[in-house]
């Protein structure tokens, strides 16, 4: 079944604690993206990638990593994690860019809490 | 001005009717244009996509866009109880970069 797969689902750390969101895709697509969610704010891109060790930083990138060593996985990092990262967070991938190619899958999402 | 702006609503619309959703966008060199469905505490899901001007229909969905205007349009014939959800407008700026407008809440009465 093609699919992207985020783990883990739900998430709750202290101010300081590093963790990472892994998140893999099975359909050989070669862009890839993490968006955070919040209420009010709609979806935002924190990072996206264009292909392997190809990254660049989205709108609202600040206290996050990424990095894309394969082709089907891009872990989103937070080195020093803080209350305002709270968030919803989605893991998406599509097959490429331009017209008609970039539709956006989706991972189930990762709900954190950074107390 | 914002980059794409929906109608956060939420809007009512009863079973059976047609419920029409709006999204402008801001760069005017944008070529894609998506349109997501997303149940409360789940991911979105793509339901249409469009590039060209005029209409594209998928069964009770029609998606229209007039590049002109800058503004492309979501309608859904005989709503359902289960079309109750938040509506997103994505749209692909030339350079590649996918920009979500913060959504429509639609709630289907039955």
């Known amino acids: 079944e093609a699919q992207v797969t985020q783990n883990p689902r739900y998430l709750i750390t202290v101010t300081g604690k590093k963790l990472t969101v892994t998140c893999s895709q099975n359909?050989?697509?070669?862009?890839m993206s993490w968006y955070r969610q919040d209420p009010g704010l709609g979806l935002r891109q924190i990072y996206y990638s264009m292909n392997v060790e190809v990254t660049d930083k989205g709108d609202v990138p600040e206290g996050y990593k990424v990095s894309r060593k394969e082709k089907r996985n891009f872990p989103l990092i937070l080195e020093s994690p803080s209350p305002n990262q709270t968030s919803l967070y989605f893991c998406?991938?599509?097959?490429?860019?331009?017209?008609?190619?970039?539709?956006?899958?989706f991972g189930a999402g990762t709900r954190l809490s950074v107390l | 001005q914002k980059e794409v702006e929906q109608n956060s609503g939420p809007l009512s619309v009863p079973e059976g009717a047609i419920a029409s959703l709006n999204c402008t966008y801001s760069?005017?060199?944008?070529?894609?244009f998506f349109w997501y469905r997303q149940y409360s505490g789940k991911s979105p899901e793509l339901i249409m996509f469009i590039y060209s001007n005029g209409d594209k229909e998928d069964g009770r969905f029609t998606a229209q866009l007039n590049k002109a205007s800058q503004y492309v349009s979501l309608l859904i014939r005989d709503s359902q109880p289960s079309d109750s959800a938040t509506y997103l407008c994505?749209?692909?700026?030339?350079?590649?970069?996918?920009?979500f407008g913060k959504g429509t809440r639609l709630h289907i009465l039955p």
């Open positions: 359909m050989n697509h070669e862009y």
């Open positions: 760069d005017r060199g944008s070529q894609s």
């Open positions: 998406a991938s599509s097959r490429s860019t331009g017209v008609g190619s970039n539709i956006q899958y």
């Open positions: 994505a749209v692909e700026r030339k350079d590649d970069k996918i920009i």
